[in-house]
């Protein structure tokens, strides 16, 4: 089957405790990246991954960093989580190329940091 | 950065009625769009997409409406179902980023 997970689903954590979080897709796909949502805001883009070894900043990039070391993986690093980073996350894939596609996303990440 | 906005937050309708939900976004150069449907507890899942040299596109049930002169994007569900109450979102997509609107509530009455 298809698709893209995440883990862990849920985490509690404290402020300044480093955490990763992990994405993994089966579909073959270049591009991967992730999301918050928070309530009024949508989704925004944190960093994306265009394909291995290639990742760019989003909309809200500060605080998290990212790699892309092989290709069914994209994982979200927050070396110091502040509460400000308590959110919804969401991971993301697509194919790149000519022919534009669209994402296929996780089943969300809720974090909450104390 | 850039702005996809919607006009409504809730929408309710009658069950067995069309529903529409409008998006705004800023960008003219954006060539992708995407609609997503979002049930509680759950991840975004594609609707219907539409590229920029299209103005509609009509899928199961729905359709997509580019209005590109005025920068507006529509999705319309034919006969509304209770299965589709969920938030609902626009996207675009500029220079490899997406950038979504805040979402707007469909609430379907029985």
């Known amino acids: 089957e298809a698709q893209v997970t995440q883990n862990p689903r849920y985490l509690i954590t404290v402020t300044g405790k480093k955490l990763t979080v992990t994405c993994s897709q089966n579909?073959?796909?270049?591009?991967m990246s992730w999301y918050r949502q928070d309530p009024g805001l949508g989704l925004r883009q944190i960093y994306y991954?265009?394909?291995?070894?290639?990742?760019d900043k989003g909309d809200v990039p500060e605080g998290y960093k990212v790699s892309r070391k092989e290709k069914r993986n994209f994982p979200l690093i927050l070396e110091s989580p502040s509460p400000n980073q308590t959110s919804l996350y969401f991971c993301?894939?697509?194919?790149?190329?000519?022919?534009?596609?669209?994402?296929?996303f996780g089943p969300g990440t809720r974090l909450t940091v104390l | 950065g850039e702005s996809v906005g919607l006009h409504l937050p809730t929408l309710s309708v009658q069950e067995g009625d069309n529903s529409i939900i409008n998006c705004a976004y800023s960008?003219?150069?954006?060539?992708?769009f995407i609609w997503y449907k979002q049930e509680s507890g759950k991840g975004p899942q594609f609707i219907i997409d539409?590229?920029?040299?299209?103005d509609k596109r009509q899928g199961q049930r729905v359709t997509v409406l580019l209005n590109k002169t005025v920068k507006h994007l529509s999705l319309q569900i034919a006969a509304t179902q209770p299965g589709d109450s969920a938030v609902y979102f626009c996207?675009?997509?500029?220079?490899?980023?997406?950038?979504f609107g805040s979402g707007t509530k469909l609430n379907v009455k029985p």
């Open positions: 996207a675009e997509l500029h220079f490899n980023k997406f950038y």
């Open positions: 991954s265009m394909n291995v070894e290639v990742t």
């Open positions: 539409i590229r920029s040299n299209m």
């Open positions: 579909m073959n796909h270049e591009y």
């Open positions: 960008n003219s150069a954006s060539d992708y």
């Open positions: 993301a894939s697509r194919r790149s190329g000519p022919r534009t596609d669209t994402q296929y």
